[in-house]
C-alpha cells in the first residue's frame, strides 16, 4: 500500500494502533480501475443514418427502391439491342420474282450481243437458263434469290462495282448453290462494263427481253 494513502500519524495513538486511510485519495488518484461487467449495452441499429456506426454487410443488402441510382452525367446508357446483321435483314425482305430478277440480266446480255463474240454471249445465255431453272425447282436458297435480286438491279442501274461485290459474296458464301452459273454473271458484269454507253438503253426495262428468252431446260 503506498504510503500517500495514509494519513499523518496521531500523537496520541499508541505504537501498535491500525493506520488510517484517505477514500478520497484512492477515489481520484486515476489508478486503475475496474471494467464494469454487468452494465447492459444496447444492440447496434442495423440500419438508419442516426446510429454513428460504420456501415455493416447488411447496410450493402437493402433494397434497390431505398437508394438513389448515381447520376448518368448525361451519359446515355448503351442499348441492349444487338445491331441486326445485313444478311438477317435482307431474309426479312418478301421473296422476288424470277422475272424481276431476270429481266436486267437478259437486257445487259442483248447489249452484248452488238460486239461480243456469239460464243461468249451463248455460254452467258446458257448459265443464266440453268440458273432460272434451279431457281424454279427450288434448288436455291431465299438468301440467294435475294441477292441475286439485287444483284440485277445494280447491273440495271449501271452499279457495276457494286454488282461485282455482290457477286463476289455470293462466291464466298454460297458456292456450293451459284458454281454452276454464276461464272456467266461474273462475264456478263464485266462484258457490260466494257460496251459503249450508247448501247445500254435507258429508263425502265420492258417485258420483250424476257419473252424473247428460250424457255430454260428440264
Not at 6 to 31: A, V
Not at 97 to 102: L, M, P, R, Y
Amino acid at each position: 500500500m503506498s504510503d500517500q494513502f495514509i494519513k499523518p500519524g496521531n500523537q496520541e495513538r499508541g505504537w501498535n494502533d491500525p493506520p488510517q486511510f484517505s477514500y478520497g485519495l484512492q477515489k481520484d488518484s486515476g489508478g486503475q480501475k475496474r471494467n464494469v461487467l454487468n452494465k447492459r449495452v444496447h444492440s447496434p441499429q442495423l440500419t438508419g443514418s442516426g446510429s454513428g456506426l460504420p456501415p455493416t454487410p447488411l447496410d450493402r443488402l437493402t433494397s434497390p427502391r431505398d437508394r438513389k441510382p448515381p447520376p448518368m452525367d448525361g451519359v446515355t446508357p448503351p442499348s441492349i439491342c444487338p445491331s441486326i446483321p445485313s444478311d438477317v435483314t435482307v431474309m426479312a425482305e418478301s421473296e422476288p420474282c424470277i422475272e424481276d430478277v431476270q429481266a436486267p440480266l437478259y437486257w445487259a446480255l442483248q447489249a452484248c450481243r452488238h460486239t461480243v463474240k456469239k460464243q461468249i454471249c451463248d455460254d452467258v445465255e446458257r448459265r443464266l437458263m440453268l440458273f432460272e431453272n434451279m431457281w424454279k425447282s427450288g434448288k436455291l436458297s431465299p438468301l440467294v434469290k435475294r441477292r441475286m435480286h439485287r444483284l440485277s438491279q445494280e447491273l440495271k442501274s449501271k452499279n457495276w462495282d457494286t454488282a461485282d461485290e455482290i457477286h463476289r459474296g455470293l462466291m464466298v458464301d454460297h458456292i456450293t448453290e451459284v458454281s454452276q452459273w454464276m461464272v456467266g454473271v461474273k462475264r456478263l458484269i464485266a462484258e457490260a462494263r466494257n460496251l459503249n454507253p450508247e448501247l445500254l438503253q435507258t429508263g425502265d426495262l420492258g417485258q420483250n427481253e424476257i419473252n424473247n428468252c428460250p424457255e430454260p431446260e428440264s
